[in-house]
């Protein structure tokens, strides 16, 4: 099991140790008073990538060996806009051909070292295969005509906030946008397919509603040992699939509630999942002042509500996407809000710890593999 996690928030990103007796506690920052948006630790190699969001001085994207320290890559980066072109979403808001956020990254298969997916704010998904010396934008989803209409939902732009590569075949590479759907491709990104058939999304027309193409897809996870077992917490609900994406049934009673940011597929057993539920649109904060984490074990068809350990008064603790995290056991897991946060469970979430320190407002939590 992993000893090790990887807190990225507003301020900076943490390195927590766990001590004997199941006690997390900070061991190392760096980054320090920077936004840290999205940390990758490569289970291939044990460097860490970690991406920054400067604001006004731009993205930027970092390195570290194994036993090294931390150097400066190249950042995801745009080519110019053609001159005259009217680039706009689906809500006829301009889109900006220009990094404004890292959202999402992930390693590509054992096979292919150094391989690279990131995922962006303005939508765009761009490939590394030289560890981040260098990025190429993947044009065949960049210029495909359904890009133009993908929404920005909460994020104001459309964003890639999901990948997940298939561990079987790393060609495989499933995408979740908000708001696009869920997109895959078999051939590392040279074309793609749309799935979603069965997402539902409320708040569009009638004619619409099942619309594969404007579904706000949250976050997507898969599980590793059954591939073709998928996971999505959508804007309205929580949907499941048995054959990797193409179809997608929604979970039903789902209590306190079926909205939230977060999910998090069990690496093993392809029936179990976890999510954190919160009050939707104006609100996103906890049910009730509760935090709570629910999961299913049979495959989306009931849920519990798991909340021993957790602040059940007035906790206004949301968890985003990426906040949720599982170990490759299944047993050890993490979830860090947007308050700073950060709970710990060693027994599939059957019962929680906070930790000591009060953090920054927190964006990711990754364990680091055992190697």
Known sequence: MS?????????????????????WDVADTAFYGDNVSVVLPDPRDGRVYAALDHGHFGVKFHRKEPAGAWQECAAPTYPEKPEGLDDRDGMGTPVPWATQRIFALEAGGA???????????????????????????????????KRREWMGGGLGLPA?????????????VHIGISCGGVWMTADRG???????????????????????????VHMLAQCRAVPERMWVQHHNGIFHSSDAGRSWTEAAGV??????????????????AWFVPAIKDERRVPHDGALVVTRTRDGGQ??????????????????????????????????????????????????????????????????????
């Open 255 to 272: 209590q306190p509630s079926a909205f939230g940011f977060a999910a998090a597929a069990h690496p093993l057993d392809p029936d179990t």
């Open 111 to 145: 096979e292919e070292p150094g391989a690279l997916w990131a995922g962006t704010l303005p939508g765009g998904l761009f490939r590394s295969t030289d560890g981040g010396a260098s990025w190429s934008l993947l044009r065949s989803l960049w210029d495909h005509p």
């Open 302 to 371: 009931s849920f519990e509500a798991l909340t021993n350990g957790l602040p059940q008064r007035h906790a206004y603790d949301l968890v985003l996407r990426h906040g949720l995290a599982v170990d490759e056991t299944g047993r050890r897991l993490a979830i860090g809000s947007s308050t700073g946060g950060l709970w710990t469970s060693e027994d599939g979430g059957e019962s929680w710890r906070g930790i000591e320190a009060r953090l920054p407002p927190i964006h990711q939590v990754r364990f680091v593999p055992a190697r």
């Open 190 to 216: 040279e074309s793609w397919q749309i799935r979603g058939q069965g997402l539902r999304a409320e708040w569009v027309p009638p004619e619409r509603i099942y619309d594969p193409n404007i579904q706000d």
């Open 3 to 23: 000893d090790h996690l990887l807190v990225a928030t507003r301020k900076g990103l943490f390195t927590l140790a766990r001590a004997a007796g199941g006690i």
């Open 160 to 172: 890639i906030g999901a990948i997940c590569v298939d561990p079987r075949d790393a060609a495989r």
